[in-house]
């Protein structure tokens, strides 16, 4: 799927413990301007329901897990963050819907601007006019 990635981070695990460490251009594939986490989600609770215009973000869910519902107008897909070392990048144009959070689930993430809504797209229809021309081969 366009704009879409999977990544896999190395773990410093020792008889102490784990550490992953994450550095711009290098495990993370742009410029980090700002960092956010989600939670305190319930269990029924389903976030999201937008794309971004030309945002790039990574999440990664530090603790617990939470499904990703990944669409555009040509293709669809679900993925679980469950493992810290796991990283999902999305890029522009994609709509997400995050659900199933398991209780004390945080979501980390990383992005390359600062927050801006004017760069939100929350209504589908909208989105899905704008996407089918981005997508469009
Ligand atoms: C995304 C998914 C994965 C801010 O003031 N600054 C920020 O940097 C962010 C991210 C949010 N906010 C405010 C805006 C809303 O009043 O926090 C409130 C909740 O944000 P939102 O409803 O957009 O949260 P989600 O979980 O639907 O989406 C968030 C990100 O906004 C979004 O970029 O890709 O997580």
Known sequence: MKNIGTHSFSKFSDEYGSLIALEEMKQIPF???RVYYIFDVEEDV????HSH????QMLICVSGSVKILLKTPYDEKIVELNEPSKGLYIGPMIWREMFDFTPGTVLLVLADELYDEAEYIRNYEKYEVLAKE???E
């Open 46 to 49: 389903r976030r999201g329901f």
């Open 134 to 136: 981005y997508f469009k």
């Open 53 to 56: 215009l030309e945002l790039n």
């Open 31 to 33: 410029t980090v301007k």
